[in-house]
């Protein structure tokens, strides 16, 4: 039995060392036979996982729901967002999941990872109604502190340096936009630490840099 499995860029070796293969013509990991599945859980879709039950051993994710953190914003709706790139910069790709379930995912032939992370978050603040209050968690400390710290010397300097503008000037002006128009808090959580809001915004990244670097549509993918 062939399983195919969507593993992000950055942990490709992690996937490797645990005996996953890379189809080169494909361009997708996958698990030859496998006797148990349960290592490579994480980059098996949820909705995947009931086909694969038998090579399981638990099927129960072993993911955390929710960090100390997480649990202090109950009650707010919830957005993790996150970017990827492969190479850097090269083909990208954006994806978010939030806590009434809705995610969605895209990406571009040419960019770079704090591109892709910014516009997960872009993307995620332009599906929401005016005055919206909402947590976005982010593994990225450029889009975090960008957005909370630097943000207010920025704007200052209308996000230019040396005379020119800054990098990225035009995303974290529609970014400025956004935060404007909602109620917007802003938190940083460790990447590919077991957290399943951030795991499953990764996995969504992936699958955008999947479907740019396959010259697909340039549409949004929503579910």
Not at 116 to 132: G, H, K, N, Q, V
Request: proline share 5%.
């Amino acid at each position: 039995m062939i399983v195919n499995l969507n593993v992000p860029f950055s942990q490709k070796d992690e996937a490797k060392g645990l005996g996953a293969r890379w189809n080169p013509t494909k361009k997708v990991w996958y698990l030859n036979n496998p006797e148990d599945l349960t290592p490579f859980l994480k980059w098996i879709p949820r909705e995947w996982r009931a086909r694969y039950a038998s090579q399981i051993s638990s099927i129960k994710s072993s993911f955390t729901e929710s960090s100390t953190s997480e649990t202090e914003d109950a009650g707010v709706l919830k957005i993790w967002a996150d970017g990827s790139c492969d190479p850097n910069p090269g083909v990208g790709g954006w994806g978010w999941h939030s806590s009434s379930g809705e995610s969605r995912y895209g990406g571009e032939e040419h960019t770079t990872n704090n591109r892709m992370e910014m516009t997960a978050i872009l993307e995620a603040l332009r599906e929401l109604p005016d005055s919206e209050k909402v947590v976005i968690y982010t593994d990225s400390q450029y889009c975090q502190k960008g957005l909370t710290i630097w943000r207010k010397g920025w704007k200052k300097k209308n996000w230019m340096k040396g005379g020119k503008p800054m990098l990225n000037r035009d995303l974290w002006l529609l970014l400025e936009d956004q935060l404007n128009r909602l109620e917007v808090t802003i938190k940083w959580v460790k990447g590919h630490n077991g957290n399943f809001g951030n795991e499953e915004a990764d996995r969504l990244a992936g699958l955008g840099v999947l479907m740019a670097s396959e010259s697909l549509p340039p549409e949004i993918y929503r579910f």
